[in-house]
């Protein structure tokens, strides 16, 4: 099992920022894939970017590629979240998450086991 908590959110102006972190505890997180979703009230959660157990493959979606960078460092425990040039439309939570996967996985898009409690990203326009 493995715990999960966020970090990096906040209030940002259009085209600025942002470095979420998310801090895993527990065992064999090098197991996980692991994954960034967010949501805002009323809409499904979407997953924005998602990458391996050793982190050499990362799926995002059309809408923020080119524009965020997820990346792991399995020996700190710990996904980032990169997100440059951000829009009013990338205003959610933003959560973390965690699978435990086989090695045969390459990649987790979907039925994630672990999530972390969640970190407001506000871009104002």
């Known amino acids: 099992q493995v715990q999960l908590v966020e970090s990096g959110g906040g209030l940002v102006q259009a085209g600025g920022s942002l470095r979420l972190s998310c801090a895993a505890s527990g065992r064999a997180f090098s197991s996980y894939c692991m994954g960034w979703f967010r949501q805002n009230p009323g809409k499904e959660r979407e997953l924005v970017a998602a990458i391996s157990r050793s982190g050499g493959t990362t799926y995002y979606v059309d809408s923020v590629k080119g524009r965020v960078t997820i990346s792991r460092d399995n020996g700190k425990n710990t996904v980032y979240l990169q997100m440059n040039s951000l829009k009013p439309e990338d205003t959610a939570v933003y959560y973390c998450?965690?699978?435990?996967?086989?090695?045969?996985?390459?990649?987790?898009?979907?039925?994630?086991?672990?999530w972390g409690q969640g970190t407001q990203v506000t871009v104002s326009s």
């Open positions: 998450a965690g699978r435990l996967a086989g090695p045969g996985t390459v990649l987790c898009t979907t039925e994630y086991d672990y």
